[in-house]
């Protein structure tokens, strides 16, 4: 693997639509380019990481508009499929905390057509692979995301973040099941304590986490949001804070920690599998405060602005 191998990340995109003021006969809506994966692959491109995306996106105007912004923030187009299947919308709703609902507008989107033939397009030397949301439940793209694991894993970090949504796919035990096959497979596994106490109600974060240690995950990371995050490992186990701010808004957030904790093992020497097995509890806890720094910044902003590299500092 060369020293600047790109980090390809998997899944959906689709365009996030908030309300804004009311009008005379009905509502102004904001339409942005979203979707986890996507918001992923943005914050790695934004960091300063060569990227690719792995997805379908629609030749409507909405895909149109998505393959723009894809190309205008600098992320690799090589894996990206076109399709004729209309682009997926997601109604965003936040309440008084600035914490976002969604009711999703999807089924037979072109974000789900991915098929094991396009798996052909992925460039050979990967550094890693990010995988999630609902992109991993749903088909067919399900199944092609799995048999890219199965054929990249020995190579590669693989990298994954449920990002659970009950109203694309309502049956915890799908998302459970999908977490637990993905736990024998990838070298990171991310979540947030809601997505944990949806799919795991009662169990404690350690246990749980060691449960995933020995099943073969190299490193597992729970986000809390205000609370900061939790990160386990070989090494040990280490909490961070979260920075104090004023928040807009939490979209995104999530995905941001994700993308800063790829790019900060990737400037660390440490995204590969024998990296993430070396890592110190020292350095862990410093790619967790990085990463933390990085989601707090989107938290400030309207919708998924995600960070650049010159607005973290600049050593981890």
């Known amino acids: 693997m060369t020293h600047n191998a790109p980090i390809v990340v998997c899944g959906e995109s689709l365009l996030d639509v908030f309300q804004q003021a009311p009008t005379a006969t009905g509502l102004q809506l904001e339409a942005v380019v979203g979707g986890s994966p996507l918001n992923v692959a943005m914050g790695l491109a934004r960091l300063g990481?060569?990227?690719e995306f792995f997805g379908?996106?629609?030749?409507?105007?909405?895909?149109?508009?998505?393959?723009?912004?894809?190309?205008?923030?600098?992320?690799?187009?090589?894996?990206?499929?076109?399709?004729?299947?209309?682009?997926?919308?997601?109604?965003?709703?936040?309440?008084?905390?600035?914490?976002?609902?969604?009711?999703?507008?999807?089924?037979?989107?072109?974000?789900?057509?991915?098929?094991?033939?396009?798996?052909?397009?992925?460039?050979?030397?990967?550094?890693?692979?990010?995988f999630g949301s609902y992109a991993c439940v749903v088909p067919p793209i399900d199944a092609t995301l799995q048999q890219l694991v199965l054929q990249r894993r020995a190579r590669s970090v693989i990298a994954y973040d449920p990002n659970v949504r009950l109203n694309v796919q309502p049956d915890r035990a799908v998302w459970r099941q999908r977490l637990d096959w993905m736990a024998a497979h990838c070298h990171l596994l991310k979540l947030s304590d809601e997505d944990f106490d949806r799919l795991y109600p009662g169990e404690a974060a350690d246990a749980f986490a060691q449960r995933l240690l020995a099943t073969g995950v190299q490193l597992?990371?729970?986000?809390?949001?205000?609370?900061?995050?939790?990160?386990?490992?070989?090494?040990?186990?280490?909490?961070?804070?979260?920075?104090?701010?004023?928040?807009?808004?939490?979209?995104?957030?999530?995905?941001?920690?994700?993308?800063?904790t790829l790019a900060a093992l990737a400037e660390t020497g440490r995204l590969s599998p024998a990296g993430l097995a070396a890592l110190t509890l020292d350095e862990l806890r410093r790619i967790a405060a990085f990463a933390a720094a990085a989601a707090a910044i989107t938290c400030t902003r309207r919708g998924p602005d995600l960070p650049r590299r010159a607005e973290l500092p600049a050593q981890i």
């Open 49 to 51: 990481r060569p990227v």
């Open 56 to 130: 379908a996106v629609s030749r409507d105007f909405l895909g149109e508009r998505i393959a723009r912004t894809i190309a205008e923030e600098g992320i690799g187009r090589r894996a990206l499929r076109r399709c004729d299947a209309p682009t997926t919308l997601s109604l965003v709703g936040l309440d008084a905390r600035g914490v976002p609902s969604y009711r999703f507008y999807g089924e037979g989107g072109a974000d789900r057509q991915l098929r094991v033939e396009d798996l052909a397009a992925l460039p050979e030397d990967v550094a890693a692979l990010h």
């Open 220 to 260: 597992v990371l729970m986000t809390r949001g205000g609370q900061g995050a939790l990160a386990w490992h070989a090494a040990g186990r280490c909490e961070v804070e979260a920075p104090r701010i004023e928040v807009c808004d939490t979209v995104g957030a999530g995905d941001t920690f994700q993308a800063a």
